[in-house]
């Protein structure tokens, strides 16, 4: 690991380390919140209400993270988000993420619009789970699943909250163009950012991978229009109904992403699906959403035993991890954590983030008293009125 690496000590030196190396509009891009940045902030602000209360005088020579879910052992209850477009903040974008998450043993949920494929991310073989949205077109989406199933993703993971995109105003002011393509700051960003600049120019170009090249679309070559087609193809028109259908196309593990309220958690556990994510999509969707943590203890009351519960949107630091856990979650999911790592430095960047997090975890159950995941419960929090 190179010397800049080994130095962030923590996710938000990553950060800082992230910017340096992104023009600023792909950084923003990443770090960014929709409007005026109410539920961004609560999705720290949460972590904050709550503090942790050690038990002493316990062997903690062995810690344990090891979890159960969705019927396999994992060996920590850490999953790597869905991101599009990662090829945007270092080359080698989803291919780092997944060979990071092998290495950690972690599960890593591919997005839709990844810049790499489906049949490519599962040759290197690490765990893997598949994120799709409701598209209008349902052979593109019966051709999605298939390609997961032949695959061998082990969940789909729908996510609900993104069928229309949230408003982020930098990236408007930015005039972000994704995929990034070389501009009229090309020579200044060339002088800022040589790294990513070099590999923006001599890389393969960034495409929407899992439909590039599909004979049915009339432009289907050209990475722009592609988009433009991912993003017309989202339904707005979403249903209960379409989420038994994709239940009964993919026969096997099925997750909801982006659930906050409690009655929506009922109706996913009703249907039957294995899982929902509690998730404001890191606060780039609905602004004045509430946190996951806020709305995590009901949610947990009234699904916890019907079904698995993953939290994601703000954690930075092992005791976030804790928390939640304490509150009714099963597994904790991480976005920008890992894409700061990425844009830091490729997959050593990503090694890093999940470095990071694991010590912390492992420190800060030590410190707290408990030594496996079972025996992180709400009695370890105290809240602040
Ligand atoms: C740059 C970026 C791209 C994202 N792309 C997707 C996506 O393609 N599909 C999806 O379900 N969620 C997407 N998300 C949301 C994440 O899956 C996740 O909900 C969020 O990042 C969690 O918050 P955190 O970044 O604070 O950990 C994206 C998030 C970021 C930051």
Not at 17 to 29: D, S
Not at 71 to 87: K, N, V
Not at 187 to 200: F, N, Q, R
Request: proline share 4%; net charge neutral.
């Amino acid at each position: 690991m190179n010397k800049r690496l080994s130095r962030c000590v923590n996710i938000d030196d990553l950060r800082k380390l992230a910017k340096k190396k992104l023009p600023a509009a792909l950084f923003q891009y990443i770090d960014g919140v929709a409007e005026d940045g109410y539920t961004g902030r609560s999705n720290r602000n949460a972590f904050s209400r709550y503090q942790l209360v050690p038990k002493t005088l316990v062997d903690v020579e062995e810690i344990d993270c090891s979890i159960n879910l969705l019927g396999e052992t994992h060996s920590s209850p850490l999953i790597l988000c869905p991101t599009a477009f990662t090829r945007s903040f270092h080359h080698l974008g989803e291919v780092a993420v997944a060979k990071a998450a092998k290495k950690a043993d972690l599960v890593y949920a591919l997005s839709t619009v990844s810049n790499t494929s489906i049949e490519d991310i599962a040759e290197i073989g690490s765990k893997r789970w598949f994120q799709i949205y409701v598209y209008k077109d349902r052979a593109l989406l019966m051709d999605f699943i298939k390609r997961a199933k032949d695959s061998a993703y082990q969940a789909l993971c729908l996510t609900v909250d993104a069928s229309t995109p949230g408003n982020r105003e930098h990236d408007m002011r930015n005039g972000l163009v994704i995929p990034p393509r070389p501009s009229l700051n090309t020579v200044l960003e060339a002088g800022l950012h040589p790294y990513w600049c070099w590999h923006m120019l001599t890389s393969p170009p960034i495409v929407t991978a899992n439909i590039q090249g599909d004979s049915r679309l009339d432009s289907s070559s050209d990475p722009k229009a592609l988009l433009k087609y991912m993003a017309e193809q989202l339904a707005l028109n979403i249903s209960w109904d379409d989420v038994a259908w994709m239940m009964g196309e993919w026969q096997g593990p099925f997750l909801i992403k982006g659930i906050l309220h409690v009655e929506d958690a009922m109706k996913a556990a009703e249907l039957g699906v294995d899982g929902i994510v509690v998730s404001n999509h890191g606060g780039r969707q609905l602004d004045h959403a509430p946190s996951p943590l806020e709305v995590l203890p009901e949610i947990a009351d009234a699904v916890g035993d019907k079904c698995e519960i993953i939290m994601d949107s703000g954690f930075r630091r092992g005791t976030d991890i804790i928390k939640a856990l304490a509150l009714g979650a099963n597994a904790c999911m991480i976005g920008r954590p890992y894409l700061y790592g990425l844009a830091a430095g490729g997959e050593a960047g990503v090694d890093r983030a999940l470095q990071i997090l694991d010590a912390e975890l492992k420190r800060n159950m030590r410190l707290l008293g408990c030594t496996s995941i079972e025996q992180i419960k709400s009695s370890c929090l105290r809240k602040i009125r």
